[in-house]
């Protein structure tokens, strides 16, 4: 009997002391639901070495067996670090096993090199095939994970246009009873301040529209002049800007017109303007908002909403225009949300960057109805 046909005796003749060693030193879950099918793979895989010690296996016996395994322990939830030790412990084991059999070692010398061969050809295969698997599964978890927040947003959005109709029709007759004690008694006190805060309430309401409507009612898009814009804009802001005594510095180019939704680039702007508020209020003194625009290339108008107040974290920037994210107590998440929607359906892109000195919100806008010959201001202004 030569050796090989010896060593496969011994094999097959304390092959059940083998497979006790191995499985005591094994680490296996109670939870592992293939775990009766851990014992039949070890039996397996010591039939692909006696058969490798006949004959050069082909890749495809070998495949077939660590693709087998590596869906069971894929199956049974097992940590990939486990499924590889479980392995290199049976190649050890199986490396002492064949060593106990009275050969030489120069004898067993291309034996075990031939078992090694083999277990690293199965680990590769089963790691692959468990990686393949396991990519699979994220996939499919983060496709669900994405419509599920897709049906929440959809809840979310008919559950806030529910409430907004509820709440707007006594919201209306509240505002329209103070314009009536506005008009019979002007310098009744702080009758300007009650009816500055109902219409920012009736603002954050339209909000929870915009949000929750798969689509508004369109309307005709207009010519108007950039700096008039502001100007209404920061006129109606005015008590705001007073009371957290924040000083705005406007360098809008007169000479730029925009063809758009004057109403929703109002609502951006409008919104951009009270976050930066709401921010400065953070600050002791010298709190400041600079609005710039400048014309790029003959294409673009570039619009700037800056202040001085705290860094937003870097972690947060990328995730500020997400919808229902915000870092305020008693905030919405869903003002920048609704800013991004209205930016992007003028075809235009709205960015943020912050750092302890500045925090500036960047409006790109396509540029129509623009003399821009005219020149441009480039100065940049410090804070």
């Known amino acids: 009997m030569d050796i090989t046909e010896s060593l496969i005796t011994y094999m097959d003749d304390n092959l059940p002391t083998y497979l006790h060693d191995w499985h005591q030193r ?10 009766e099918k851990v014992i039949d793979n070890a039996l397996h895989m010591v039939e692909l070495v006696k058969q490798s010690l006949r004959r050069k296996l082909s890749p495809e016996e070998i495949m077939r067996l660590a693709h087998e395994v590596a869906v069971q322990r894929l199956e049974a939830k097992i940590n ?8 290199n412990l049976g190649r050890s084991e199986i490396v002492r096993f064949v060593t106990g059999s009275g050969i030489s070692i120069e ?15 199965f680990l590769y295969h ?20 994405d419509q599920s927040h897709k049906e929440r947003l959809t809840i979310l959005g008919q559950m806030s246009s529910s409430f907004v109709h509820e709440f707007r029709n006594p919201l209306t007759a509240v505002m329209g009873f103070v314009k009536l004690m506005q008009q019979e008694d002007p310098n009744m006190k702080y009758i300007d301040i009650i009816s500055h805060e109902l219409t920012q309430l009736n603002f954050r309401i339209s909000q929870f529209l915009h949000a929750s409507r798969k689509g508004v009612q369109e ?71 600079m609005i710039f625009s400048k014309i790029e290339n003959n294409d673009n108008v570039h619009i700037t909403i800056s202040n ?37 359906k003028h075809n235009g892109s709205i960015s ?12 790109v806008l396509p540029l129509q109805g623009t003399d821009t010959t005219l020149a441009e201001e480039n100065s940049q202004i410090e804070i």
């Open 80 to 87: 990939i670090g486990e499924f590889v030790y479980n392995v």
């Open 107 to 121: 004898q067993l010398q291309p034996v075990i090199e031939t078992i090694n061969s083999l277990f690293d050809e």
């Open 219 to 289: 309307r005709e898009a207009e010519d108007f002049a950039l700096e008039d814009l502001f100007t209404d804009i920061l006129d109606f802001m005015y008590p705001s800007l007073v009371d957290a005594d924040v000083t705005v510095i406007p360098r809008i180019d007169p000479t730029i017109t925009l063809r758009a939704h004057k109403d929703e680039l109002k609502q951006v702007l409008l919104n951009l303007i009270m976050n930066s508020i709401d921010a400065l209020r953070q600050m002791r003194q010298n709190r400041r908002i």
């Open 352 to 363: 943020c960057s912050s750092d302890d000195n500045i925090t500036t919100f960047t409006i």
């Open 126 to 145: 089963a790691v692959k095939k468990y990686t393949q698997l396991k990519d699979i599964e994220i996939e499919e978890k983060t496709v669900f994970i």
């Open 308 to 344: 001085n107040g705290p860094a937003i974290p870097p972690e947060t920037i990328s995730t500020i225009f997400e919808p229902f994210f915000t870092t305020k107590e008693l905030g919405t998440g869903i003002g920048l949300f609704v800013c991004k929607k209205i930016i992007e």
């Open 26 to 35: 094994i680490v296996i879950s109670n939870h592992d639901v293939h775990k």
